[in-house]
């Protein structure tokens, strides 16, 4: 199995390298690529049009199509550091066969509570949900969300964390790709914040993600290596 692991280099605690590993598990043999990214590096060919968060997102959504070939895409940010390749295999073989894993959100599992969780910090003046969300509708982005959930009636699943995710190249090659380019038009269209939009996303294709065991801080496969935002 081939497996593409894109991190942002922004915060890094250290400064890490592109590295490609070969890595044996359960006797099969799997390569497993580290790509670091630098979204505020100005020889980025969309610096003029998206700022660096933005340009992330691209990665995020379009993987697939930028670094074609590989049969698992994982992402993570730069607060997590993986334990090693091997753990990388062990979190992308929870799928199963299906076509995505990540964390439930440790706090709220439903769009709406996060949406007012954001707007509160904001008023109270939390200067790193400020930096990145004020002025962005998201209590309206999550009610547009919410009545066509009871338009259609469906049901979003739990919201996640998406600090760590994967997804499959058998999920891209059945509607992954149409699931992807939707994530980043919502994305882009309402607001940065992308595990508000996942779940509407996951509701309208009827996508079950796999939810890996423990959270995003603490697992048996990444390590939290940033401070926290919020102290």
């Known amino acids: 199995m081939r497996i ?3 991190t942002s280099k922004y915060g890094m605690p250290i400064n890490r390298q592109d590295k490609d590993t070969t ?8 390569h497993v690529d580290f790509r670091f990214r630098d979204y505020r590096s100005v020889k980025d060919h969309r610096k003029n049009a998206l700022t660096p968060r ?7 959504c379009f993987a697939w199509q930028i670094f074609p070939g590989y049969d698992a895409y994982v992402h993570s940010d730069s607060t997590v550091t993986w334990n090693s390749p091997e753990a990388v295999v062990d979190f992308v073989q929870l799928m199963d066969g299906e076509g995505w894993v990540g964390f439930k ?3 709220r599992d439903r769009v709406d509570l996060e949406a007012i969780y954001i707007d509160g910090c904001i008023r109270a003046n939390n200067a790193y949900l400020k930096n990145r969300y004020q002025g ?6 999550a009610n547009s969300y919410l009545r066509m959930a009871d338009k259609i009636g469906g049901q979003m699943p739990p919201m996640m964390e998406n600090t760590i995710f994967a997804y499959s190249n058998d999920f891209i090659r059945h509607n992954g790709t149409d699931v992807l380019t939707l994530w980043f038009a919502e994305i882009m269209r309402w607001s940065m914040q992308d595990q508000i939009s996942l779940p509407y996303i ?30």
């Open 202 to 231: 996951m509701m309208l294709w009827g996508i079950k993600p796999v939810y890996a065991e423990g959270t995003c801080k603490d697992n048996k496969w990444t390590t939290w290596t940033a401070k926290d935002h919020f102290q």
């Open 105 to 107: 959100h440790p706090q």
């Open 4 to 6: 593409l692991v894109l």
């Open 54 to 60: 933005a340009r992330s997102k691209v990665d995020r």
């Open 23 to 30: 890595v044996v598990v359960d006797g099969e043999t799997h």
């Open 136 to 141: 962005e509708d998201i209590i309206g982005q």
